[in-house]
């Protein structure tokens, strides 16, 4: 982070894995998307989508153009109709509601359908009949229809079974279309989709159908998923009427999540293996039992799409766009520096070059605005990089684990080392001039694998970190924030809540107030040596402000989320804060959450480089905002904190008698089943089925009546199932 001008006004930019090219616009820009799917109608014309991501190419996929969302979406599917240019692309918002977005110039600009339904879309099709024109069908928590591009949808659900997830859907004419469903089911319809018959029945063992291919003729279908943790195909050749397994080695666990046919049978998906990587299996059509698992990049991205352009070319999406023109032999596509980085800091010296720290790459330059990023030394790879400050715009500092320093007095065209003579990881540095300067950190610190000890530590320096005197605090705690006003008034912050004070340069740390024990503090900042700010959370989103130099503080804001993460002030005195939402204050008492939602992302970091462009990171996503500069705070608006997994805990209590609490959390909004079985497998009652916002959930179960005994509960959506033990004891 550079010694700040304090201007800061937030953008967006995501980080991906795959190069892409990008268009000046202004306002939030998504510049840079993870694809999840991807289309063409031609050798040459695409589309792709992904998490609040759309792009579009017209040179056969060797660029990628980046198109402006009209408004926020986590999209899971994308379709681009042959010939016409029109394009829909389909999945959820943060509210969870479906959302259908429409172009119709190739993916160049995009529209908001009028779609009114809760839940989630996640797959479409689209079909067209020179007598009755273009026909479009998606499908997820709701099966629905268009007739040539209108703005109007009909739900077509007659026969299907009410709260399940229809995971994929294919239509090969206007009439004949097959869709299935997470319980391993798949439907025929025959006059497009009014009515539906099952053509695959649900089985009794768990099994979750995630794609479909079809034939032209709807003779021969394709069916893959996976079943109890084990990737699984079906193969039809007589449209739906019988099915055959085709066998995938039961050495193996993961799952299918793609199928593309050419001359051979494609399937892509996800290893749980000792690789826990994304995979592409291929096999003649006529299938004689052996699959080849082919030779691409092993990332810990699962392969997500496949789409067949012609002859032997394929195009793959995993944590990037990659293709081959060989049947899979060998495939084109660079994998970025990063991907298995996740930003810690970032900070711009202008408009162009720009530094970022992180897990493994540790030190990223880009000379571009941020659009491409390359390791600036490769010897440091291992490194995990927390802070980098910049005291001009030629002299800057990083720190990392270890006690392990760099230094730059040339903008960052070479980097010296300038480490501390500390075993202990520097998780902040902090500098007044190019001579003064302070990291503090805290680290669990191994002399053996069995011999380890944790410590915090306090570094500073006098001469620009060629040498560093290093202390220790009594407290013991990790400090994870330090702020000097002067050379002599400093302060730092951490877990527990604790904030420390020096007042002799950092040669004497003291504690001088304990905020919330059970808080930890992420950065601090003072305005001046009276009035100061800490932010920070375990659960909330908590900021605090002192108006006597620290020694006593006030909760101004707090907010469910994930904690806020980083804090400062522009020239105009306005504060800007950044956690799992971005929250703008006027004065410092009162603070307002931003009407752009960060949508399942908490922010670490932000760097601002004028009143027109800043930066904002976290995770494996950089934000960027162009040339807006907001004079105006927004309102307060109602936001969803969403949780960062799919997760059932433990039932509590545990013996119980009669009753017990089961809570869990959802990742992503999706559809819900709850179940409780007994010892033998045998159902006892359905606790919960029905579409769930993401977010953290509670039930209460009463088991009067049954016998006391072990029971299983068992909680299912679209991505999975979790199973655990329970005990009633009367």
């Given at each position: ?12 930019i ?20 993870k ?35 009209p ?21 959820s ?5 479906c ?8 993916g ?12 989630e ?10 007598s ?12 629905a ?8 949808w ?25 869709v ?29 159908i995630?794609?479909?291919?079809v ?20 193969r ?54 052996n ?20 002859g ?36 711009f ?18 000379s571009?605005?941020?659009?491409n ?20 715009d ?12 760099l ?9 010296a080392?300038?480490s ?21 950190g805290?680290?669990?610190?191994y ?31 990790q ?6 006003i ?8 951490g ?24 808080d ?23 900021i ?112 119980f ?9 959802l ?25 769930k ?6 039930i ?26 329970m005990?009633?004891?009367?």
């Amino acid at each position: 982070m550079r010694q700040k001008n304090y201007a800061l006004i937030l953008f967006a930019i995501i980080i991906s894995c795959n190069p892409l090219q990008i268009f000046a616009q202004h306002g939030w820009v998504n510049v840079k998307g993870k694809p999840l799917d991807i289309q063409f109608d031609s050798p040459s014309r695409g589309v792709a989508c992904g998490e609040n991501y759309l792009a579009y190419t017209t040179d056969a996929g060797d660029s990628w153009f980046s198109a402006a969302l009209p408004v926020e979406g986590d999209l899971n599917a994308i379709t681009l109709t042959y010939g016409a240019g029109h394009a829909y692309a389909v999945g959820s918002n943060y509210l969870g509601k479906c959302v259908i977005f429409s172009s119709a110039d190739g993916g160049k600009k995009w529209k908001h359908e009028n779609f009114v339904q809760n839940g989630e879309l996640e797959a479409i099709t689209t079909n067209y009949s020179s007598s009755t024109g273009y026909h479009i069908w998606v499908s997820g928590t709701v099966v629905a229809y268009n007739h040539s591009f209108e703005d109007v949808w009909e739900i077509r659900m007659n026969g299907l079974p009410q709260y399940e997830y229809f995971s994929d859907i294919k239509f090969m004419d206007d009439q004949i279309g097959f869709v299935a469903t997470s319980y391993g089911a798949v439907y025929l319809t025959e006059d497009g989709g009014l009515n539906w018959t099952v053509k695959k029945a649900k089985p009794l063992v768990y099994e979750n159908i995630r794609a479909l291919w079809v034939s032209q003729s709807s003779t021969l279908i394709y069916a893959a998923g996976d079943r109890n943790g084990k990737p699984v195909v079906y193969r039809s050749q007589n449209r739906g009427d019988t099915w055959d397994e085709l066998t995938i080695a039961s050495s193996m666990n993961g799952y299918c999540s793609t199928i593309a046919v050419g001359s051979e049978l494609f399937i892509g998906g996800h290893f749980y293996d000792g690789t826990n990587s994304g995979y592409i299996l291929k096999a003649p059509q006529s299938f004689l039992g052996n699959w080849e698992l082919l030779s691409v990049h092993v990332s810990t991205e699962s392969i997500k799409s496949l789409f067949h352009i012609s002859g032997e070319t394929f195009f793959a999406v995993k944590d990037g766009i990659i293709k081959t023109t060989d049947n899979g032999v060998t495939w084109e596509g660079k994998d970025l520096p990063w991907d298995d980085f996740y930003i810690n800091d970032i900070d711009f010296l202008d408009d162009n070059l720009g530094f970022m720290t992180g897990n493994h790459k540790s030190l990223l330059l880009s000379s571009d605005g941020g659009e491409n990023w390359s390791i600036i030394d490769s010897s440091i790879a291992n490194k995990n990089m927390h802070k980098i400050f910049f005291v001009d715009d030629s002299t800057g500092w990083a720190c990392g684990s270890e006690g392990y320093v760099l230094k730059t007095t040339d903008r960052g065209n070479t980097w010296a080392d300038a480490s501390a003579n500390t075993p202990v990881d520097l998780r902040a540095i902090h500098f007044i001039d190019r001579d003064h300067g302070w990291a503090v950190g805290g680290s669990w610190v191994y002399i053996t694998p069995t011999n380890y000890y944790f410590s915090n530590v306090y570094c500073r320096t006098t001469d620009g970190g060629d040498s560093w005197a290093v202390s220790a605090s009594s407290a013991g705690t990790q400090q994870n924030a330090v702020f000097f006003i002067n050379s002599q008034k400093g302060w730092s912050a951490g877990n527990g809540g604790l904030i420390f004070a020096t007042s002799d340069g950092g040669v004497v740390w003291d504690t001088i107030s304990t905020i919330d024990a059970s808080d930890y503090i992420y950065d601090i900042v003072f305005r001046d040596e009276q009035i100061g700010y800490a932010v920070g959370g375990t659960g909330p989103e908590v900021i605090y402000r002192t108006s006597d130099g620290g020694n006593n503080w006030t909760k101004v804001q707090s907010l469910n989320g994930a904690g806020i993460a980083d804090i400062d002030f522009d020239s105009n005195g306005k504060g800007h804060a950044v956690g799992s939402h971005y929250w703008q204050s006027a004065t410092g008492y009162t603070w307002f959450r931003n009407s752009y939602v960060f949508n399942n992302f908490h922010g670490s970091c932000i760097d601002t480089r004028s009143d027109y462009l800043s930066w904002i990171g976290g995770g494996r996503k950089l934000y960027k905002y162009d040339r807006v500069y907001v004079t105006d705070l927004p309102g307060e608006e109602e936001t969803v904190s969403k949780p960062h997994s799919f997760y059932l805990e433990q039932n509590y209590p545990n013996p119980f008698n009669p009753e017990t609490i089961i809570n869990y959390q959802l990742d992503h909004n999706s559809l819900v089943d709850l179940r409780i079985y007994d010892l033998l497998g045998n159902e006892i009652t359905v606790l919960e089925k029905s579409w769930k916002p993401a977010g953290n959930y509670s039930i209460r179960f009463n088991a009067d009546g049954l016998p006391s005994g072990v029971y299983f509960y068992r909680l299912q959506n679209s991505k999975g199932s979790l199973t655990k033990k329970m005990i009633l004891i009367r």
